[in-house]
C-alpha cells in the first residue's frame, strides 16, 4: 500500500493527466511472480492498485492482486526477537522490513519512489488475541490493520487476495493455498 507525497490538487495519477477517485485502480510498479524451472526469475507484471481513500492530494492505496507470499515473522527472527525480550508485532516484523527495505526498492523506478510517501502506522492492540500492537511505526509500504480490513472490505471473502490472472500459478515456489 502506498500513499502519494502531496502534491497539486487533486491527486493525479503519475505520467497521466487523469484524477484518481475512490474505487479506481491504477498501475503504478511492477514485479516478477514466476520463475524459471531453474529458479531464476524472468516475467515482471504491472502492480494495480486500488483506490481506498482519498484526502486532499493523497491517496491510500492496496495491490489488487497479491504481490508475494511472506511469513509475517520467520523463525530466526522469532528467536532474535524473543531472546533480546522485545515484542512480537508490527515493528519487529520480518514483513515489515522486506516490505520497505526490499519491496519498496525493487518494485518502483525512481520517479515512481519519488511519488510514495512515508506514513505513520499506529498498529492497535489486537481484541481478539489480547495481543499488544507494539510501537508506532514510520514506513512506504504496509498492511491494514484488522479495523482498516474490515473499514474497506466487508466480508471475510472481500478481503481474500487473488492471484495476478497472467501468472501461471504452477510456477509459484509455494503452494496455491498459501496466495489467498
Known amino acids: 500500500m502506498a500513499s502519494p507525497t502531496p502534491g497539486p490538487e487533486p491527486y493525479v495519477l503519475l505520467g497521466t493527466d487523469k484524477e484518481v477517485k475512490v474505487g479506481d485502480v ?6 516478477c511472480h514466476n520463475k524459471y524451472p531453474h529458479g531464476s526469475f524472468y516475467t515482471k507484471f504491472p502492480i494495480k492498485w486500488l483506490v481506498l481513500e482519498k484526502e486532499g492530494n493523497r491517496a491510500l492505496l492496496i495491490s489488487l492482486y ?4 511472506i511469513w509475517f515473522l520467520s523463525g530466526q527472527d522469532y528467536v532474535d526477537i524473543t531472546e533480546r525480550g522485545e515484542l512480537v ?4 516484523s520480518t514483513i515489515r522490513t522486506w516490505m520497505n527495505e526490499g519491496l519498496f526498492q525493487w518494485i ?3 520517479e515512481e519512489k519519488a511519488c510514495v510517501c512515508a506514513s505513520e502506522i499506529h498498529t492497535p492492540n489486537n481484541a481478539v488475541y489480547g495481543t499488544d500492537g507494539g510501537e508506532d511505526t514510520i514506513d512506504y ?3 491494514l490493520s484488522i479495523e482498516e480490513a474490515e473499514k474497506y472490505f466487508a466480508t471475510d471473502e472481500a478481503r481474500k487476495t487473488q492471484i ?3 501468472v501461471d ?3 509459484y515456489d509455494i503452494a496455491p493455498k498459501f496466495y489467498t
Open 141 to 143: 509500504l504496509f498492511l
Open 66 to 69: 497479491n504481490v508475494d507470499v
Open 164 to 166: 495476478v490472472p497472467e
Open 169 to 171: 500459478i504452477d510456477q
Open 108 to 110: 518502483f523506478t525512481d
Open 26 to 31: 491504477v498501475t503504478m510498479g511492477e514485479y
Open 89 to 92: 508485532c508490527w515493528k519487529t
